[in-house]
């Protein structure tokens, strides 16, 4: 494998600075890599001269109660993955080499676009989002950076943050990857069973009842979220954490679809915690 793999800022500096006068896109990840995130990466090599894949998984953005110990860590797959998708370079820092501490600086976000949504139950969680992803957007300085719709309050902080702080890199949001079923595919998806799985293809299901909806002409917030929940109902093993129509770019509730928004959907199945989206009044 001649995949280089850079652990510190300053060996992958050393690496870009010959590349920095042609772009430089960059995927930024918790690693355990899928077809999500290779969409993602297909999409920077398609746009840029070299693609750098960091794999982080970041303590800033896991709560007390969280699965910050056994979230997947997966390195060797990761190396096969990347390889195989042409990406130039890895970068896999360690808390100490990009020194997370708790006297970090930390980058807070606008608190109106953390309150909601994964916000209300993840305290912390963007504000320590946004804190790496600048931290990395400093020391990789791209042409581009990939985010998946997935995490569509994700993306729309950091597409906020870099306008706030001018950072220069365009943000490029992804089409969201599913299984065959319509689960979105996720890191987390290894800790459900068959069943589960097989189950939580009821987010998905119930996000295009929206939509169907939505198509048909209906505006009115309630009546477009109560399909969903009609919908989600049919698999009580689900247990619905939030369900909201929300815009696009604040994440504010909204009551009326007069231009495409959001409808969000977070939960839990076999204790494992999902969450989807899909843009809808298009
Ligand atoms: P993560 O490793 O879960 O932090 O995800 C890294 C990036 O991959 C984020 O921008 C995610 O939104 C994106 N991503 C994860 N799963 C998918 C998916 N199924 N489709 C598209 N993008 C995804």
Redesign the pocket.
Known sequence: MNLPIFTTPGELDRYLQCHRSRSIGF??????L?L??Q??IDRARTENNTVIVSIFVNPLQFGANEDLDRYPRQLELDLVLCQSAGVDALFVPTTESIEIADTLTQVIPPPAMMSGLCGCSRIGHFQGVATIVTKLFNIVRPDRA??????AQ??AIVRRIVRDLYIPVEIVG?????ADSGL????RNQYLSPLGRSQAAVIYRSLQQAQLLAQQGEQNARSLLAVVAHELATVPEFQLEYLELVDLDTLQSIDTLSQPALVAIAGRIENTRLIDNIVIGK
Not at 174 to 178: G, N
């Open positions: 995927v930024p990840t918790m690693g355990a899928h999500g995130h969409g993602l990939y985010f998946g719709e997935k995490d994700q993306l992804c089409p969201t990857i599913r979105a595919l996720s890191s």
